[in-house]
């Protein structure tokens, strides 16, 4: 499965919220982080459940305040987990320090961007805390809060944090932009476009965030990056194909309309292969694709490296009425 799912709906945001509320009440959030395992020590405890007074008194002891339980977590990590943003401000202010890693590579911010804890982020990054720092999946905050529904954590990121977690590709070769596109969230993609995520970075395919939004079928998502940069309707990935070649072989008619509106569409591009998105579309008997391309100008001349023509292709698949569309051409 896909770490870039579509996030879950702000409602479970609200549930989550006051799950934890209930839960630190039963005395249950060790257990529900799992946590009880890790041998914490009062002071991390306290910080988790956010007894103020008591970590108070704790950090009387200087050298308590980067402490570790048996998973490398400071009490500063936490007081992130159990969504106490005063302990957070009580624990930095006595030292803490911001960017500790655990031993799964998590920071405490990369903590507060799992759990979409908004409040928690601003505070760690008005505290210094960076933006570069990966998980293991090689994921910044950035990343992670690309894809919550919670857009208070990315519009914190954006807003206060440094930018050198934006650009950043993870294990998969994917920036946060590309993240945003393949999560379906469109005010995310724009949200980075407008903080100058760069749209030319792309995975190992070469795929950049347009054509994960063409993969993925969101026509919103492909007009914030299109709006903001039209001249990158035309980037190819690593088989030469651009956008407009996915359209036809994905088959969306919506997004086929809007790219065919963009002046700037290379709408005869070849791929590697030879194959222009007229070909695609006939090899997949897209009828209202093949004409859509058709009133565009699309040629029906030109051929692939193996010499055939869109006409060629749909005659040879057996594809009678869209060889007799191309064939009015």
């Known amino acids: 499965t896909s770490f870039y799912r579509t996030p879950r709906s702000l409602s479970s945001l609200s549930v989550l919220s006051s799950s934890i509320a209930s839960l630190a009440i039963t005395g249950d959030l060790l257990e529900h982080f799992g946590l009880s395992s890790s041998y914490p020590s009062e002071l991390h405890i306290s910080c988790l459940y956010g007894e103020r007074s008591k970590v108070r008194a704790f950090l009387m002891d200087k050298g308590v305040v980067n402490s570790t339980d048996a998973q490398g977590k400071t009490p500063l990590m936490y007081a992130v987990i159990g969504k106490q943003p005063k302990c957070c401000v009580m624990l930095l202010r006595s030292g803490a320090e911001v960017d500790l890693k655990d031993q799964s590579g998590m920071t405490a911010i990369l903590l507060a961007a799992k759990y979409e804890y908004e409040d928690v982020i601003k505070v760690l990054l008005k505290n210094g805390a960076e933006t570069h720092h990966t998980d293991k999946g090689g994921r910044t905050v950035f990343h992670l809060a690309s894809v919550s529904e919670n857009y208070k954590c990315l519009e914190y990121l954006c807003r206060y944090g440094s930018p050198a977690g934006m650009n950043i590709r993870d294990n998969s070769y994917r920036t946060p932009l590309v993240a945003a596109a393949q999560a379906k969230i469109p005010g995310h993609v724009q949200r980075l476009l407008m903080a100058k995520a760069d749209l030319g970075i792309s995975d190992s395919q070469g795929r ?3 054509h994960y939004a063409v993969l993925y079928n969101s026509l919103p998502c492909a007009q914030a990056i299109v709006e903001t940069s039209p001249n990158d309707i035309n980037l190819i990935d ?11 072989i994905h088959g969306s008619q919506q997004l086929l309309q809007y790219l065919l509106s963009i002046s700037s569409c290379h709408l005869n591009l070849q791929d590697k292969t030879g194959n ?14 093949v004409k859509m391309l058709l009133s565009k100008g699309a040629s029906v001349v030109l051929k692939n490296k193996g010499n055939i023509t869109p006409l060629q292709c749909s005659l040879e698949m057996g594809f009678d009425e869209c060889s007799k569309i191309l064939q009015t051409f």
Not at 278 to 289: P, V, W
């Open 276 to 289: 222009t998105a007229l070909h695609y579309a006939a090899m997949e008997n897209r009828l209202d694709l």
């Open 208 to 210: 950049t965030a347009l």
């Open 238 to 248: 690593t088989a030469g194909q651009s956008a407009l070649h996915l359209v036809c």
